[in-house]
């Protein structure tokens, strides 16, 4: 979990520079210095804690006491403490001092630590609350010693479903982890706590491999104490503030001042108990912060039981502030998208969240109780869609389509209620044959709308089963021009998409001027269409655009859309941690509504797939949130689970994956989802070349006329074929596009799969190729492989000196080869490196018993 700052605190020490970790209660400040102490121990080195404890900080010399050496005061006291501690730090070897929570340590013990800091100018590693204002002397010891510092964030998705399976055994599915992440503020030890209560008191139980949450509340009385703790050294003012937060909820700031004081407002934020964000509105607003806070206090009835504080917010309310519009103009580069995306990953995830789930659950409610009020087909299209991607209540949706009156809708509204309900039949599991027939029903009662019923029939159809054998016939049929609704068109679209034809998808959605039934899917097509035509930079910055856009109308649908598009466009050019962040926002606010359910999982399986490349062996990622049903073939790229389940299965062997693959892809190519199809061979080249899947590449490549990724197929061929002087001249002519990552992924598969067939000299070809390459092309990030085992890393020479090592001196070995005695050295380093061996015996050992046989 801190791995990254464990080992960043080491590499400092090692340096001899001192460390400040900051982080508020429970971010896990103790648990990094433990592990700290451990690797050092470990190693040979003394650590010398000075524990901070609430109890001890008034009494005299408490943490001088606790480090349990024979120091005695004397009536010298402070300096005699000095002189002691000392002379222990001043013995050879490695010696550190350590300061768990400053806060808490008795100022004669601080005086200690500075007198002997001056001394002896050992490194002082120490962990601060970065919410708490420090003591004079607190400050001093905090300016003598660190000269570095590691800041503890909260927890991002990804880490907090990690946390939960550790803690419990299991990982939690997408609606539970996104819930513990929202209800924790991404607090580690807020995590925990809530994950093991939950589990104690039923409020999850363990369905299928993984938590689920069994009712819509994660709090219960464990918790008390736990919140209690974090409450500790509030004031009385301070506390009835959050008593109020907790009954108004996430408010403008301009109301709160109304009814809690400013000075108590700006102490709480910077004790992290409130966390501040702009709305769609640009109307800066402020909550609760951890929301299980606001748990506590209405489980407790502190917030309901104080009639007259009730009345006083009551009045404040009443005067809201005017919500001016912000400015809502968006990136116009790629670069600066990008740059947004990095100052938007500063945020916190569950705050952002839980605020936008707020508000649309507003909107729905109101949505719904027009709804009630009158039964209309206006009102009930207005509720249905934010369910498009809002999370789901079943129940409501099911009294929407049975109650609602349709004698008087208008054929629009009708058309996508009849849509709706046939998405709904698909999602409860009836299948696509009764969402086909409601469709038709439809068309058969309005038949001026009857081609529009049709389009849709199809688009189903093409979505959910397969693309129909006679789809050209059917599509002719319509006769697609501008209409009112634009559906036929956008059903064109989305199966111009499905056949890998991204230039007719924009030219279905260009040929009609306005979507009145679904006008949020024209920028899914748009966005989907610019990235598989090889557009990678202007899809991704139109799918942020529009990604924040939606974030400002509350659109969830938009949110996840969007996502999905963006993150396809990171992920294709290597920035897989922008993509991760991306992704890890949208799974912060749970199972989306049914019709974009499918892009979720898709997302999910997207953020396992390093884990699972890179793994050994199989391990669990956040793909096993996905669900169980989900086909092996989809219409669009990650939508079916056929990737995902090629590249996690282990162990990796050549042939056997090739094969695979190419199986996949006919599959996907006999669904009619050329799209997927494409992306699927694209990828499985790129990580692992093999004939097969270069043969089928190249064939959907020729039928598509796609011509943006000739220069990658040319390469994939040369590669393939072992032509080193046709990839050499490529390579040497090659003209930077949009698949410059795929080019250096290809380069490094390509050494993978000659060190797993055991052929180390043609692998040493390619290391060397993909080394020029990315020399004049360098990567966002760490191009994605396969992992090997480290001796098959090895090269020619590597080998050779290593089977050398075991019986002879490197000075015998550099005159046996007529080397240099360094670059023996370097070799048997480098070996040593790459396999893990602990001893050039060891080396010799495993080199031997791998190569026998050849």
């Known amino acids: 979990m801190f791995e990254q700052e464990v080992q960043r605190t080491l590499d400092y020490v090692a340096r001899g520079i001192g460390v400040r970790i900051d982080g508020a209660p429970g971010s896990g400040r103790t648990t990094i210095l433990q592990e700290v102490v451990k690797r050092l121990e470990k190693t040979g080195g003394t650590v010398y804690m000075f524990a901070g404890l609430r109890t001890h900080r008034n009494i005299a010399f408490a943490g001088v006491h606790g480090l349990g050496l024979d120091i005695r005061l004397g009536i010298r006291g402070v300096l005699g403490a000095a002189d002691a501690l000392t002379a222990y730090l001043s013995k050879p070897g490695q010696h550190v001092l350590m300061v768990d929570d400053i806060e808490y340590v008795d100022n004669e013990s601080l005086a200690v630590i500075e007198a002997v800091l001056l001394r002896t100018k050992r490194p002082l590693v120490v962990t601060v609350d970065d919410s708490k204002l420090y003591s004079k002397a607190q400050l001093r010891v905090l300016s003598r010693g660190p000269g570095a510092q590691v800041q503890l964030n909260p927890l991002r998705y990804g880490q907090v479903n990690e946390l939960i399976r550790h803690t419990l055994g299991a990982a939690a599915d997408a609606d539970a982890t996104a819930r513990i992440l929202t209800k924790s503020a991404g607090n580690p030890r807020l995590v925990v706590r809530i994950a093991e209560t939950a589990s104690l008191s039923n409020l999850m139980a363990l369905r299928d491999g993984q938590w689920q949450l069994t009712g819509d509340s994660l709090w219960n009385d464990h918790l008390r104490g736990t919140v209690e703790a974090l409450l500790e050294g509030l004031n009385a003012a301070e506390l009835t503030a959050l008593q109020t937060m907790a009954i108004v909820g996430t408010s403008p700031i301009e109301v709160l001042q109304k009814v809690i004081h400013s000075n108590v407002l700006e102490t709480l934020e910077r004790r992290g108990f409130v966390s501040v964000m702009e ?139 009849a849509v709706t309900n046939a998405l709904w039949t698909i999602y409860s599991g009836q299948g696509v044959a009764a969402a086909v027939s409601t469709l038709r029903r439809f068309g058969t009662e309005h038949p001026g709308w009857e081609a529009d019923a049709e389009a849709s029939a199809l688009f189903l159809t093409a979505s959910y089963d397969r693309m129909p054998r006679d789809l050209d016939a059917a599509m002719a049929r319509l006769k697609l021009t501008p209409g009112e609704g634009g559906v036929a068109n956008i059903a064109w679209g989305m199966l111009d998409l499905y056949r890998f034809n991204p230039s007719g998808a924009l030219e279905a959605i260009n040929s009609v001027k306005g979507f009145a039934v679904f006008p949020r899917m024209e920028p899914f097509i748009r966005g989907t269409a610019l990235f598989v035509s090889g557009r990678i930079e202007e899809a991704l910055t139109f799918a942020l655009e529009w990604r924040s856009e939606s974030r400002r109308n509350l659109d969830q649908f938009g949110v996840v859309a969007s996502s999905y598009i963006a993150a396809q466009a990171l992920v294709y050019c290597g920035y897989f941690d922008e993509a991760e962040y991306l992704m890890g926002s949208v799974f912060a606010m749970g199972r989306p509504g049914f019709l974009v359910d499918s892009l979720h999982d898709a997302m999910l399986r ?110 994939a061929g040369a590669v393939v074929e072992g032509d080193h002087q046709l990839l050499g001249l490529l390579l040497k002519h090659y003209e930077p596009d949009a698949h410059t990552y795929q080019v250096g992924m290809l380069l490094r598969g390509a050494s993978k799969r000659h060190l797993l067939l055991g052929d180390s000299r043609a692998a040493e070809a390619m290391d060397q190729a993909f080394a020029a390459f990315t020399a004049r092309f360098p990567p966002n990030s760490e191009i994605l ?64 018993n791998s190569y026998a046989a050849k």
């Not at 104080?306 to 009443?318: F, T």
């Not at 550099?814 to 001893?839: P, W």
């Open 279 to 417: 709305d769609h509105h640009g109307c800066t607003s402020a909550a609760i912060s951890p929301p299980v806070l606001a748990d506590y206090f209405r489980a407790s009835g502190l917030s309901g039981g104080r009639q007259v504080l009730r009345n006083r917010i009551a009045r404040a309310l009443r005067t809201l502030p005017p919500h001016p519009l912000g400015d809502q103009s968006a990136a116009d580069s790629f670069r600066s998208a990008l740059n947004a995306l990095h100052g938007e990953r500063s945020t916190n995830d569950a705050a952002s969240t839980r605020h936008f789930h707020e508000q649309i659950q507003v909107r729905e409610q109101a949505l719904y109780r027009l709804w009630e009020a009158e039964k209309s087909v206006s009102s009930a299209v207005a509720f249905l869609r934010v369910h498009w991607g809002a999370p789901i209540d079943e129940l409501r949706i099911e009294r929407v389509f049975s109650q609602t009156r349709t004698a008087d809708g208008d054929p629009g509204d009708l058309l996508f209620l």
């Open 785 to 848: 492989a396969f992992n090997v085992p480290g001796h098959l890393q090895l090269t020619v020479r590597e080998i050779e000196i290593s089977a050398l090592a075991g019986h002879r001196t490197n000075t015998e070995i550099a005159e046996h080869l007529g080397i240099s005695t360094r670059t023996v050295e370097n070799h048997i380093s480098n070996a040593l490196r790459k396999t893990g061996a602990t001893s050039r015996s060891a080396l010799f050992d495993l080199v031997r």
């Open 606 to 715: 997207l953020a396992g797939l390093r884990s699972a490349t890179t793994a050994n062996l199989p391990r669990t990622t956040l793909a096993a949130q996905s669900r169980r049903r989900a086909p092996q073939v989809g219409p669009l790229p990650g939508i079916g689970r056929g990737v995902y389940d090629l590249i996690a299965e282990r162990p990796i062997q050549p042939e056997g994956f090739d094969r695979r693959a190419a199986r996949l892809i006919e599959r996907q190519l006999d669904h009619g989802y050329v799209l997927e199809a494409a992306f699927s061979a694209l990828f499985s080249t790129c990580l692992l070349p093999g004939r097969r899947v270069l043969e089928l590449l190249r064939r959907i490549m020729r039928v598509s006329g796609t011509a943006s990724y000739d220069q990658l197929v040319s390469i």
